[in-house]
């Protein structure tokens, strides 16, 4: 069955950078769309950023306002993993971050998350 795990969270200070990494298995990775999503405490979900599958072809992303700029969504089809690399981290990043599959227009699959925490 499908399964994302999410790592790379923990406590930055602002202005700091993280790298957080979804290792994917159980569909065959390079073909789907994928994406981040986040949920700050006592808020609804966020998106963050999608990446089509590539195919061979080039790679193309989508960020929310909140973080174009500060954030890149990569990934490697070889090593089954979605990647986001998040700089310059501001206290609102706080939250749990999950990876999602894309299917179609639906974000079926979830990982279980990672906690980012930007606080000095």
């Known amino acids: 069955q499908v399964q994302l795990v999410e790592s790379g969270g923990g406590l930055v200070q602002p202005g700091g950078s993280l790298r957080l990494s979804c290792a994917a298995s159980?569909?065959?990775?390079?073909?789907?769309?994928m994406g981040w999503v986040r949920q700050a405490p006592g808020k609804g979900l966020e998106w963050v950023s999608d990446?089509?599958?590539?195919?061979?072809?080039?790679?193309?992303?989508d960020y929310a306002d909140s973080v174009k700029g500060r954030f890149t969504i990569s990934r490697d089809n070889a090593k089954n993993t979605l990647y986001l690399q998040m700089n310059s981290l501001k206290p609102e990043d706080t939250a749990v971050y999950y990876c999602?599959?894309?299917?179609?227009?639906?974000?079926?699959?979830w990982g279980q998350g990672t906690q980012v925490t930007v606080s000095s």
């Open positions: 159980g569909f065959t990775f390079s073909i789907y769309a």
């Open positions: 999602a599959k894309i299917d179609g227009s639906s974000w079926a699959s």
């Open positions: 990446i089509n599958s590539g195919g061979g072809r080039k790679y193309y992303a």
